[in-house]
């Protein structure tokens, strides 16, 4: 007996005919066993490559999708983005994704990592993106929003979910992390919070403030995601169980 797949959404994405199928779903729903029970929807970590497969399945079925519409790419900490249609190197090493029409489901991983959610309702462009404190300095959330632009997005129409990542209760950095935050955004308020032994970083923080630079608007961004690492029973988390853990993917397309 499998528990049932549950998806949390973002109010700010319609869902129905014109709207977006989309989603970041928890961990329950699917075969895979021990830390990673059991919805593990990455290839990447050791998993059984075909209870990954079954999970995704499930997933699509769960929400009216086809598998084999799921576009998917390496993430590596960067800001590549990739368009859906344009050639897809090899290895496919992007972490965003964008795409302009209905029909393929793009998919953003993340344990702990900020998976994020573009949708403009109005040109009907859609993105995803994978977001660690790396890709947030080094602008990848950003980047997606200029790929969307580029295919007819207007940075004040796009709307923007955060899923589940590790919250400012539990990201700990090192003084070199802090810093980098510090001189890629300014004294952002609430950014980096006092912690008992280091710093703290809201990661939600920061991609509000890199994502209002570039033209979005405050009140289209999603950005209080429950934390990782602080829910067990809900979520994988990198930081509490290590490679041995699962992975999330948030998804998002758009409905014909
Ligand atoms: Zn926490």
């Known amino acids: 007996m499998v528990d049932a797949i549950r998806v949390r959404r973002s109010p700010l994405f319609s869902d129905g005919p014109g709207g977006f199928v989309h989603g970041f779903p928890e961990r329950t729903g699917g075969e895979s066993i021990g830390l990673r029970a059991s919805l593990n929807l990455g290839y990447r970590w050791g998993d059984d490559q075909a209870l990954v497969a079954r999970n995704r399945a499930r997933l699509a079925t769960h929400e009216g999708f086809a598998p084999t519409d799921l576009q998917v790419t390496k993430h590596v900490h960067g800001t590549a983005v990739w368009c859906v249609g344009e050639p897809l190197p090899e290895p496919p090493e992007f972490d965003g994704l964008v795409c302009d029409r209905p029909g393929p489901v793009l998919g953003a991983f993340a344990a702990d990592c900020v998976p994020i959610l573009f949708g403009d309702p109005v040109a009907r462009v859609c993105g995803a993106a994978h977001a660690?404190?790396?890709g947030a300095v080094a602008g990848v959330a950003e980047r997606v929003i200029e790929r969307m632009v580029e295919r007819g997005a207007r940075a004040a129409d796009v709307r923007v979910a955060l899923g589940p990542s590790i919250g400012p209760c539990c990201f700990e950095v090192g003084p070199e992390v802090e810093s980098a935050f510090r001189d890629r955004f300014g004294a952002v308020p609430g950014m980096?919070?006092?912690?008992?032994?280091?710093a703290h970083v809201d990661l939600?923080?920061?991609?509000v403030a890199s994502l209002t630079r570039r033209g979005v608007l405050a009140e289209h961004v999603d950005a209080t995601p429950p934390c990782t690492r602080c829910n067990p029973e809900r979520f994988f988390s990198y930081r509490r169980d290590g490679?041995?853990?699962?992975?999330?993917?948030?998804?998002i397309g758009l409905r014909a």
């Open 204 to 207: 939600r923080v920061a991609l």
């Open 243 to 251: 490679l041995e853990g699962g992975v999330h993917m948030g998804f």
């Open 192 to 198: 980096i919070v006092p912690g008992a032994k280091k």
């Open 132 to 134: 660690g404190w790396r």
